[in-house]
């Protein structure tokens, strides 16, 4: 199979999804490449700070966040040994969020990605990367299904790999 796309994206983490959903609003096609099926267990990035919850509401996943994230994070804590430093985190003087909340990546990566979807983009997923030639304006990514061992071209002006 071969496949031609203005923007093709490896990784369909919190920075490539969010690409994804941007750029097929925008009105270009996307290939979106993932290796692992989704939702998976990854354990960084959980907390979310207030700063960043207006982007999920633009990105059109700002209520399925609220419902499945924590309680507001209002303070943060060092701790070694017996020893704990914990101070109160600012308030986010913003008009729906004030402040940060936490969220497994599992849900995150699975929000973002069908976001990603619905807005257009053509997720291949999980599939691998093999191989990148060209240069901006003629990438050709070799791509193959983790599963079935299927092999796709992916040809396009952008390559995007967070």
């Given at each position: 199979m071969q496949r031609a796309f203005d923007a093709i994206i490896v990784g369909a983490g919190p920075a490539g999804s969010t690409a994804a959903i941007l750029l097929a609003r925008a009105?270009?096609?996307?290939?979106?490449?993932e290796q692992h099926a989704f939702p998976r267990r990854k354990v960084c990035g959980e907390c979310v700070a207030a700063s960043n919850l207006p982007l999920l509401d633009a990105l059109g996943i700002g209520?399925?966040?609220?419902?499945?994230?924590?309680p507001a994070l209002r303070r943060v804590a060092v701790m070694q040994g017996q020893h704990i430093l914990a101070a109160d985190l600012p308030r986010f003087e913003h008009v729906r969020h004030h402040w940060g909340r936490a969220l497994g990546?599992?849900?995150?990566?699975?929000?973002?990605?069908?976001?990603?979807?619905?807005?257009?983009?053509?997720?291949?997923?999980?599939?691998?990367?093999?191989?990148?030639?060209?240069?901006?304006g003629n990438f050709s990514c070799a791509v193959r299904a983790v599963d079935s061992g299927e092999a796709a071209l992916l040809l396009g002006g952008f390559l995007f790999a967070p």
């Open positions: 009105g270009w096609s996307v290939g979106l490449v209520d399925d966040f609220a419902a499945s994230a924590g990546r599992e849900t995150l990566d699975t929000l973002l990605l069908e976001r990603a979807r619905a807005a257009g983009a053509c997720v291949l997923q999980p599939w691998s990367v093999r191989s990148v030639t060209g240069a901006a």
